[in-house]
């Protein structure tokens, strides 16, 4: 599977962006797909996963509420829409594919893609 994260940029405190991530290569059957964020110096942290199939969604506590993760099967497609951004939420962030059921943990997604950098100004 490859994957190219697009759609990162530069908004202030408040603002929205989303995220783009296609997949391309194979066809995605019962693969989880997650976004991860990375600032310098830190461990890849979990943001969001969904699982291709049925569309089952899960968020780290930290984005809950404020961000959306879905997908557009016809267009092989992961988007993650992030609404009333807040400075902590600058970093590099990934999207990656998984076959486990273990969507939390980065260790266990096998394909990522390049990451794209979102940068929230105070």
């Known amino acids: 599977v490859q994957l190219q994260a697009s759609g990162g940029g530069l908004v202030q405190t408040g603002g929205s962006l989303r995220l783009s991530c296609l997949a391309s290569g194979r066809r995605l059957s019962y693969d989880y797909l997650g976004w991860f964020r990375q600032t310098p110096g830190k461990e890849r942290e979990f943001v969001a996963a969904?699982?291709?199939?049925?569309?089952?969604?899960v968020y780290a506590d930290s984005v809950k509420g404020r961000f959306t993760i879905s997908r557009d099967n016809n267009k092989n497609t992961m988007y993650l829409q992030m609404n009333s951004l807040k400075p902590d939420d600058t970093a590099v962030y990934y999207c990656?594919?998984?076959?486990?059921?273990?969507?939390?943990?980065?260790?266990?997604?096998?394909?990522w893609g390049q990451g794209t950098q979102v940068t929230v100004s105070s």
């Open positions: 969904i699982s291709w199939a049925g569309g089952t969604t």
């Open positions: 990656a594919s998984s076959t486990s059921v273990r969507v939390r943990s980065s260790d266990d997604y096998a394909y």
